[in-house]
């Protein structure tokens, strides 16, 4: 089976992530059957678990929350052209 070209996990990957786990599927397992890396269904059981075991809505939660910080970082200096020139200066070095 080949992996899917598209890499971020779904909520419905989420929910068949958690099902699979219930019944004791190993995460190489989970992977092939979703199609997508095993390295990626780690990190996503990894990075969204919570002390319970993984949860898909507590998971789709920390997810979201994460990438949407990740995107205001990137716009720290979107928004203060002094950051903006001492970024442009040093690319330029």
Known sequence: MTHSTRSHITDSDR????????KGHSRREIAKALGKNHSSVVREILRNSTKVGYDP??????ARTRRKQ??????????SPEIQKYVIAHLKL
């Open 15 to 22: 929910s068949e992530i958690s099902i699979l786990l219930s």
């Open 57 to 62: 809505l507590a998971a789709k939660v920390k």
């Open 70 to 79: 990740s995107k205001y970082q990137g716009m720290k200096v979107e928004d």
